[in-house]
C-alpha cells in the first residue's frame, strides 16, 4: 500500500473525489486531534511559503492562475484548520498567550516558571525543615519539664494517636 504525505493525501482526494474522502484520509492518518491540528498549522504554513515563492516569481498571467489555486487552497486549509482547532479542549494560559504576543519565547517563560516553582519549593523545604527543628525542640523541652508526658510526647513525634486527659474545672472530659 502506498503511503502518503497529509499533503499529497489532501492534493489527491480534493482533486479525485472530494471532501468525504479527503476527511477520511487525514482521520485515519492522525487520530490524534492535536496532532491534526499540528499537521494542519504546518500546511498553512506551507501554503504561505508557496503562495511567497509565485509572487516572488511572478510572471505575468499564466502565474496568475498559480496564485489564485495557491490562495483559494490557503482558504481552505485556514477553514479545516479553524473546524479542528475549535474542538481542541487544551488550554493555554492567558499569560503564555500576552508573553508570545509581546514577541517573547514560550521557552523563556517555561524557564522562568520552572525556576520560579523551584525557589518556591526551596522556601517550603526551608519552613518544613525549620517546623520539624521546632517540633523537635518542644518536644526535648516538654519531656525536660514534664518527664511524665515522655511517652505521649514520643507517640505524637512517631505520628500516633494518643489521648490526653482534658480537664475543666477539675473534671475529666
Not at 65 to 79: A, W
Not at 108 to 117: A, G, K, M, N, P
Not at 128 to 141: C, N
Not at 164 to 169: D, E, G, I, M, T
Amino acid at each position: 500500500m502506498r503511503r502518503f504525505s497529509r499533503r499529497q493525501a489532501r492534493q489527491q482526494a480534493s482533486s479525485s473525489t472530494g471532501h468525504c474522502l479527503r476527511y477520511a484520509l487525514l482521520d485515519r492518518m492522525a487520530p490524534n486531534s492535536v496532532e491534526r491540528v499540528d499537521d494542519q498549522v504546518k500546511d498553512v504554513i506551507q501554503d504561505l511559503f508557496q503562495i511567497q515563492a509565485a509572487a516572488h516569481g511572478y510572471a505575468g498571467p499564466q502565474t496568475q492562475q498559480e496564485l489564485v489555486r495557491l490562495i483559494t487552497q490557503l482558504v481552505g486549509s485556514l477553514g479545516t484548520l479553524s473546524n479542528d482547532a475549535s474542538t481542541l479542549t487544551t488550554r493555554i494560559p492567558p499569560e503564555i498567550i500576552d508573553y508570545v504576543d509581546q514577541g517573547r519565547n514560550p521557552d523563556i517563560y517555561t524557564r522562568e516558571f520552572v525556576e520560579l516553582v523551584q525557589k518556591g519549593n526551596q522556601y517550603l523545604k526551608g519552613k518544613s525543615e525549620a517546623l520539624i527543628g521546632f517540633r523537635d525542640a518542644l518536644a526535648d523541652e516538654m519531656t525536660k519539664a514534664w518527664p511524665e508526658m515522655k511517652k505521649d510526647v514520643e507517640a505524637v513525634l512517631q505520628g500516633e494517636e494518643t489521648e490526653f486527659p482534658v480537664k475543666v474545672n477539675g473534671t475529666n472530659l
